[in-house]
């Protein structure tokens, strides 16, 4: 088949319609992340404490801020380091939409290059009667970078 019709097929499915293609990002790629942020304190915490938005950019390189639209994704939400809490995360800000699974979302950049999560806490003091530090971590993933972004909390229980 001639090389030229394969490019050409190729070319027209990816940009029809609905059917996206995506993008890895290039080798060069890299994440730029919202600073990391403090939940603040969970006093006699059952419930869910959440912050953000945190912003995930994707732009070409270290040297050249063009974002990279409709690139491929992945963000791993964890690290919570206490038997108390896990983390979950959101795709806005009234917990009413869960991003993917909750604790594993593979999504494509906006337009702007950007991805926005909201992630939280969901807490039980249960039987403890002390304070906890714990933090929230998510782990954003293209090919060729990957970047933690880290929420601190501090769960109070009496």
Not at 48 to 76: E, R, W, Y
């Amino acid at each position: 088949m001639n090389k030229f019709l394969v490019i050409g097929l190729v070319a027209i499915l990816c940009g029809v319609g609905t059917v996206s293609c995506g993008n890895d990002a290039g080798f060069e790629a890299i994440i730029t992340l919202s600073d990391d942020t403090d939940f603040g304190s969970v006093v006699n915490g059952q419930g869910v404490t959440t912050t953000g938005p945190v912003l995930i950019k994707v732009q070409k390189s270290t040297d050249d801020t063009t974002p990279v639209p409709d690139a491929n994704i992945t963000i791993f939400a964890g690290g919570i380091g206490i038997s108390n809490a896990f983390a979950i995360m959101y795709t806005n800000p009234a917990l009413s939409n869960i991003a993917g699974n909750g604790f594993t979302w593979k999504t494509k950049t906006d337009d702007a290059g950007t991805v926005r999560v909201f992630p939280a806490v969901v807490t039980d003091c249960g039987t403890v009667t002390t304070s906890i530090a714990g933090n929230v971590n998510l782990q954003v993933v293209i090919a060729a970078d990957s970047q933690t972004w880290t929420g601190t909390f501090s769960l109070t229980c009496s």
